[in-house]
């Protein structure tokens, strides 16, 4: 995933910048940098990686040798940057979010007119860089940016910061956020809409679909109106969103709670306590608890103060370690107790079914499962979700392949994303038994959905029934 932030002032901006970026850490565990202008100065960047500290202690350095009144910056789970690229428009830095499908196809075609990029160490080519690439190949900025959004397949929102102010552009659908705020010395572009809050900003804008905007300290303009179709992910509101943070006027902690509340309108066990697998499972957790009247519960907590979250190995099997020693039991809560417990989703299965194993050697008598959101059947093609992984390994696909073979029709996936069919049940019972679980019950899609509160159609919904 990734989060960025720009801060355009008419002092030096790069205590915000600091501090703006570091409130991103949760969407990114890889890599981190910042760029920032001054007239006297220039142009300066720095980039880290984030893998075993965290932002704010690998940029401390930075956060006081650099100076400039126009700055951006962002957490990456992949590529470094920002970026600083000199061309035909000047100098510029640029970063960007988003999933570029099409990759291969646009690099050859700009590397028939004689341009070169750099390989990254596993052999591709940095999006951020081309990106730049593309917006390069017209006479400006906005009809750079305009191309860039339309021949990419996938998702591209981007902050470029230049001498003059700073471009902001959304994905043409939508489909990651920026929103900007403003305070009596300048303005501010954000992924997460509370990560300026406690910097002084008051909510400006919430950029549409496609549109683009530049900012300097004593405003921001629209440049290309937004578009009329939105599709937004909803993985957003139920995994990688902060609880404070807010998506066309719906907080992840009010999805989250109703959630819970509609899981528990469905369902007919009888748990002794409800909990959250921590973090993300937590609200949803206390929505439920409120519905049903089974008391919340902490029956495990995380350890954070020496695991922060990004130290996460690349290793998956290091990865599901890691996160099973940050869970720590609480035995008096467990023992002799039916617990149900909330989970975000189910990927792969194999963190949740440890958890629930080491619930069982805590002396839990029942563990039953209700993720937050319907069964993952279908890879996201629109964003670099670790979530939503290759379809590979989702173990939906797996226990799907068991019944039907390789090479699944999308008409028979049709069946298993549908709630009220055999083929749904006969899935989530097997899932149920790979994974010991007690009794497993997924979120449906239409109560998910009505969780959130906006036109469903404004939602993207793709990895769980495959529907552009």
Same mark, same amino acid.
């Given at each position: 995933? $990734?989060?960025? /932030?720009?801060?355009?002032?008419?002092? %030096?901006? =790069?205590?915000?910048?600091?501090?703006?970026?570091?409130?991103?850490?949760?969407?990114?565990?890889?890599?981190? $940098?910042?760029?920032?202008?001054?007239?006297?100065?220039?142009?300066?960047?720095?980039?880290?990686?984030?893998?075993?500290?965290?932002?704010?202690?690998?940029?401390?350095?930075?956060?006081?040798?650099?100076?400039?009144?126009?700055?951006?910056?962002?957490?990456?789970?992949?590529?470094?940057?920002? +970026?600083?690229?000199?061309?035909?428009?000047?100098?510029?830095?640029?970063?960007?979010? $988003?999933?570029?499908?099409?990759?291969?196809?646009?690099?050859?075609?700009?590397?028939?007119?004689?341009?070169?990029?750099?390989?990254?160490?596993?052999?591709?080519?940095?999006?951020?860089?081309?990106?730049?690439?593309?917006?390069?190949?017209?006479?400006?900025?906005?009809?750079?940016?305009?191309?860039?959004?339309?021949?990419?397949?996938?998702?591209?929102?981007?902050?470029?910061?230049?001498?003059?102010?700073?471009?902001? !552009?959304?994905?043409?659908?939508?489909?990651?956020?920026?929103?900007?705020?403003?305070?009596?010395?300048?303005? @501010?572009?954000?992924?997460?809409?509370?990560?300026?809050?406690?910097?002084?900003?008051?909510? /400006?804008?919430?950029?549409?679909?496609?549109?683009?905007?530049?900012?300097? !300290?004593?405003?921001?303009?629209?440049?290309?109106?937004?578009?009329?179709?939105?599709?937004?992910?909803?993985?957003? *509101?139920?995994?990688?969103?902060?609880?404070?943070?807010?998506?066309?006027?719906?907080?992840?902690?009010?999805?989250?709670?109703?959630?819970?509340?509609?899981?528990?309108?469905? %369902?007919?066990?009888?748990?002794?306590?409800?909990?959250?697998?921590?973090? &993300?499972?937590?609200?949803?957790?206390?929505?439920?608890?409120?519905?049903?009247? =089974?008391?919340?519960?902490?029956?495990? =907590?995380?350890?954070?103060?020496? *695991?922060?979250?990004?130290?996460?190995? =690349?290793?998956?099997?290091?990865?599901?370690?890691?996160?099973?020693?940050?869970?720590?039991?609480?035995?008096?809560?467990?023992?002799?107790?039916?617990?149900? #417990?909330?989970?975000?989703?189910?990927?792969?299965?194999?963190?949740?079914?440890?958890?629930?194993?080491?619930?069982?050697?805590?002396? !839990?008598?029942?563990?039953?499962?209700?993720?937050? @959101?319907?069964? #993952?059947?279908?890879?996201?093609?629109?964003?670099?979700? &670790?979530?939503?992984?290759?379809?590979?390994?989702?173990?939906?696909?797996?226990?799907?392949?068991?019944?039907?073979?390789?090479?699944?029709?999308?008409?028979? #996936?049709?069946?298993? !994303?549908?709630? %009220?069919?055999?083929?749904?049940?006969?899935?989530?019972?097997?899932?149920?038994?790979? #994974?010991?679980?007690?009794?497993?019950?997924?979120?449906?899609? %239409?109560?998910?959905?009505?969780?959130?509160? +906006?036109?469903?159609?404004?939602? @993207?919904?793709?990895? *769980?029934?495959?529907?552009?």
């Amino acid at each position: 995933m $990734g989060g960025f /932030f720009g801060v355009a002032s008419k002092e %030096d901006c =790069v205590f915000d910048l600091f501090f703006g970026v570091d409130y991103h850490s949760h969407l990114g565990t890889r890599r981190a $940098g910042m760029a920032v202008y001054s007239e006297k100065d220039g142009f300066e960047k720095a980039i880290h990686n984030i893998e075993n500290a965290p932002f704010r202690t690998k940029f401390n350095s930075e956060s006081n040798s650099m100076k400039g009144t126009l700055g951006i910056g962002c957490i990456s789970d992949f590529e470094a940057q920002p +970026i600083l690229v000199r061309s035909h428009h000047g100098t510029f830095a640029i970063t960007t979010v $988003g999933k570029i499908n099409n990759a291969n196809e646009i690099v050859d075609s700009i590397i028939d007119s004689n341009t070169h990029f750099f390989e990254m160490q596993n052999g591709e080519i940095n999006p951020t860089e081309l990106v730049a690439a593309i917006i390069n190949r017209k006479k400006n900025f906005i009809e750079g940016i305009k191309y860039a959004q339309e021949i990419i397949d996938g998702s591209l929102s981007m902050l470029i910061l230049t001498p003059k102010g700073i471009y902001a !552009a959304r994905d043409r659908f939508g489909r990651t956020p920026i929103v900007a705020g403003k305070k009596d010395n300048g303005f @501010c572009f954000s992924f997460e809409s509370f990560a300026y809050l406690n910097l002084g900003y008051t909510p /400006f804008k919430e950029l549409g679909p496609g549109e683009i905007a530049v900012m300097d !300290a004593h405003g921001i303009k629209t440049l290309a109106a937004p578009g009329k179709k939105m599709k937004i992910c909803t993985f957003l *509101w139920i995994y990688y969103g902060y609880p404070s943070s807010t998506y066309e006027g719906v907080t992840v902690e009010t999805m989250r709670y109703n959630c819970g509340r509609a899981i528990a309108r469905r %369902d007919n066990v009888k748990p002794d306590i409800v909990a959250g697998v921590p973090d &993300s499972g937590t609200a949803h957790a206390v929505g439920y608890a409120n519905e049903s009247g =089974v008391p919340f519960s902490r029956p495990f =907590v995380k350890y954070t103060p020496t *695991w922060p979250r990004s130290f996460m190995p =690349v290793n998956q099997s290091n990865r599901n370690l890691i996160a099973k020693m940050k869970l720590i039991p609480i035995r008096d809560l467990i023992d002799g107790k039916k617990l149900l #417990l909330i989970d975000d989703s189910i990927v792969r299965g194999t963190q949740l079914r440890e958890t629930t194993e080491f619930l069982y050697e805590s002396g !839990a008598e029942e563990v039953h499962i209700r993720p937050a @959101c319907p069964p #993952l059947l279908f890879g996201c093609k629109y964003l670099n979700f &670790s979530r939503s992984s290759s379809e590979l390994e989702l173990i939906t696909r797996r226990v799907i392949e068991e019944f039907e073979g390789k090479n699944v029709s999308k008409e028979v #996936l049709a069946e298993y !994303a549908d709630p %009220d069919s055999e083929k749904y049940q006969k899935m989530i019972d097997r899932i149920c038994e790979k #994974l010991h679980f007690t009794s497993l019950r997924y979120n449906r899609l %239409d109560d998910m959905l009505e969780s959130v509160g +906006i036109e469903p159609e404004k939602l @993207c919904t793709y990895c *769980w029934n495959g529907k552009e």
